[in-house]
């Protein structure tokens, strides 16, 4: 009976195989084991070979053993899975693995088979892929499908399959995966097999909290942004399917509450990019933003208060690590959003973190963002005079990224200053200012009218004594005529200059009003003083030596403190320097070293001094020609501060003569002498003079050490203390 059965199984009609399945089914049950052991390895012969055996061909074979599935699935399958699954699988094993798990879906046996059966289909991918065997790679890939797609539909079966699924996409951190393209195929099918599931489950299926896949959702989202941060081309692109097809299975509704782990996930894996790795790459892909963006949107529409937060912050983080070429197809959908709810009722953190974002697009994108210039115009203008500070300094700051795209700033200034005479609020004129400030520094502020130039100058004149009184306000109003004297003609600039020339007849605070604004033509249009006439130049460096000259004015350290910033920033501009040469540079040198000297320091107090200290240590070590004159007299003077009890000075001191002497190493790739400690102890009487023991001692304890540690790799330059007294005015990172 058993051949009888056997060529009944591989007969052409339907009818003879469902009937010799039904005998074969009896006889297992009346005769048992044994019959599997008479029918079936002959099957699977014919099926592994490409001859017929005993007039059975493979595709006969397979047709019988799909009859035996379908009623004897628990008994033949152990049996098929050995020779079916060796790996690599052909072509035609999975087709076979396919059909028959197709015939005996649900089938408890197979069920718990399969994450085997998955993992040997991902061991064989490699070869086929090495191989160029698009067809067995084809093969696989629809076997994948049908495995998940069965696993789908039972519970345990699902959860074992995403066990296996969450260890083949793992690896070690120290494996390259470009370098190990097995590991590399394994994660990439994986991320595969995961979106065939999602496509099995379908559009909406993973409701959260009321659905099997639901609860995989928050693992999967993070597994798979890790993944699009690899440098694995083929693990990025599998990745980035993997998750456009997990993000369509979570209900639109369920958005909102997916915002705080995506957000957190993309901060994580973002944060962790290799040093120079300025963009994640699955977000440059084509559509890379495409699956997130829905959940931020969905979030910042309808979410909470920190859910809208945390929807615009991921946003301006996708934004950020996005390439502006992978960013162009998605300007609209980020923009519209944030435009349509960024005028209404919002806490504080929540619209400045619109407007942050909103100033990053125009940073990023800004070719993409024109058509929304108006808009935006309109709304940063409207919050400088909000009552929060915080959606203040976002207004402003995003109006500066917003201003060089503007082809006529006219209007603006216009706009700004009638704004800035009608603000109740110190705090809204300072943002007001702010802006002011962006436009008179922006590249196209060349196209301002005299009108805009004169409403510029005089804007904040005649403010309230509050407003004055706020160094923030001072600082911006200075750096705003420095900028302005860069824009107006030159020889315009050159009288506003010159009406802040410092007299003897000032009092201090007119002094340090007055020099602040020197200060801030130096630094934002040096040009204007290195190619004028002499006399600007040096009338500039007699306003330094008339406020470094002690007065017995309580107010003034203040209009010191500015002459010092003045004659550092002079002194540090190679322009300026070169072209007034001593006539500019040594007497502000003179006036500083007055500052430190023992026979004159008494009239400075401290910060004046370690201001002072700081500016000759930057000016020794950035422009050593300068200094070098006086190079003697400096040392001097600082030496007698290196044991001072107040610890910034003494560092400053010890700093000053350490480059003073050019005994450290230099950025430049000077690494040091001791040329200038013995010329300097020539100068003073040798080693035996009283100043020569002093500085050879001390070179010796300290300033030798200090200088071997300029030459170490770790060295952290100290540029950061040349300033005793930065900008009150700090902008705020957008």
């Not at 009623?71 to 399958?77: E, G, I, K, S, W």
């Not at 407003?467 to 030159?490: H, I, K, M, Q, Y």
């Not at 035996?688 to 001390?698: A, E, F, M, Q």
């Amino acid at each position: 009976m058993i051949p009888l059965v056997r060529r009944g199984l591989c007969d052409d009609d339907v009818m003879v195989r469902e009937a010799a399945a039904t005998a074969f089914n009896s006889l297992q049950q009346t005769v048992g084991p044994r019959v599997i052991d008479l029918v079936v390895p002959p099957l699977l012969n014919a099926l592994t070979t490409t001859d017929s055996v005993d007039g059975i061909n493979a595709e006969n074979a397979l047709e019988a053993l799909r009859e035996l599935m379908a009623v004897r699935a628990n008994v033949v399958f152990p049996v098929l899975i050995p020779t079916l699954t060796k790996v690599p699988v052909t072509e035609f094993n999975a087709r076979a693995l396919a059909s028959l798990i197709q015939v005996s879906a649900g089938n408890n046996t197979l069920s718990k088979r399969l994450p085997q059966i998955l993992l040997s289909l991902f061991d064989s991918m490699p070869v086929h892929l090495a191989a160029g065997n698009e067809g067995a790679e084809a093969a696989l890939r629809e076997t994948v499908r049908v495995i998940v797609a069965s696993a789908s539909q039972d519970e345990d079966t699902l959860e074992a399959l995403m066990m296996q699924l969450h260890e083949s996409v793992k690896y070690g951190e120290s494996v390259d995966l470009n370098s190990t393209p097995k590991v590399a195929s394994r994660v990439s099918e994986a991320c595969f097999a995961l979106e065939a599931m999602c496509v099995a489950f379908g559009p909406n299926s993973a409701a959260r909290g009321r659905s099997v896949l639901g609860s995989h959702v928050s693992d999967w989202l993070r597994i798979l942004i890790e993944l699009m941060a690899t440098d694995s081309d083929i693990v990025v692109r599998a990745s980035w399917s993997a998750l456009d097809a997990l993000c369509k299975t979570v209900p639109k509704d369920d958005f909102d509450g997916y915002v705080g782990p995506v957000s957190r996930f993309v901060h994580n894996v973002t944060e962790s990019l290799p040093h120079g790795v300025k963009t994640l790459p699955g977000f440059n892909l084509a559509k890379g933003v495409g699956p997130l963006l829905p959940i931020y949107s969905q979030g910042l529409l309808t979410g909470s208060a920190d859910t809208k937060e945390r929807a615009v912050r991921g946003m301006a983080r996708l934004v950020r690590f996005t390439d502006p070429a992978a960013l162009r197809p998605f300007a609209t959908a980020i923009t519209g959003p944030l435009i349509r709810i960024v005028g209404d009722r919002h806490p504080a953190n929540v619209k400045a973190a619109i407007l942050s974002t909103l100033g990053l697009l125009l940073t990023q994108i800004s070719a993409l963002m024109r058509p929304f210039l108006p808009q935006l115009q309109r709304t940063f203008v409207r919050g400088l005079v909000e009552s929060d500070d915080i959606v203040r300094q976002r207004a402003a700051a995003a109006l500066a990224a917003l201003i060089p795209l503007q082809p006529r700033l006219d209007p603006l200034v216009a706009e700004l200053t009638a704004s800035l005479k009608q603000a109740p609020d110190v705090g809204m004129k300072i943002a007001i200012m702010r802006a002011i400030r962006a436009v008179v520094r922006a590249p196209n502020a060349g196209s301002l009218s005299l009108a805009s130039t004169q409403a510029i100058e005089l804007a904040g004149a005649g403010e309230t004594a509050a407003c004055t009184a706020d160094p923030r306000w001072r600082a911006l109003r200075s750096s705003v005529f420095g900028a302005l004297c860069g824009v107006v003609a030159e020889d315009a600039a050159t009288k506003l200059v010159l009406q802040q020339v410092v007299e003897e007849t000032d009092d201090a605070l007119e002094q340090a009003t007055k020099l602040s604004y020197l200060a801030a033509v130096l630094a934002e249009a040096p040009k204007l003083v290195a190619s004028s006439a002499a006399e600007l130049s040096e009338k500039i460096a007699a306003s330094v030596v008339v406020a470094l000259t002690p007065r017995g004015d309580i107010h003034q350290p203040q209009a010191t403190v500015q002459a010092i910033l003045v004659a550092k920033t002079a002194l540090l501009n190679r322009d300026v320097v070169s072209s007034s040469g001593s006539s500019i540079a040594l007497p502000m040198v003179d006036a500083l070293i007055r500052t430190v000297d023992p026979t004159t320091m008494s009239a400075f107090d401290l910060d004046s001094q370690q201001a002072a200290l700081a500016a000759l240590k930057a000016a020794a070590k950035h422009r050593y020609t300068v200094i070098e004159p006086r190079r003697d007299a400096l040392v001097h003077a600082a030496m007698s501060h290196v044991r001072d009890r107040n610890i910034p000075v003494k560092l400053a001191a010890e700093r000053c003569v350490l480059y003073a002497l050019r005994l450290a190493r230099l950025p430049e790739g000077f690494e040091g002498s001791e040329e200038g400690l013995a010329a300097y102890v020539e100068n003073v009487g040798g080693p035996t003079s009283d100043k020569g023991k002093l500085v050879l001692d001390y070179q010796r304890r300290v300033l030798g050490k200090l200088a071997d540690s300029t030459r170490e790799l770790d060295y952290t330059s100290d540029d950061e203390d040349d300033l005793a007294n930065k900008d009150d005015d700090m902008e705020v990172d957008a």
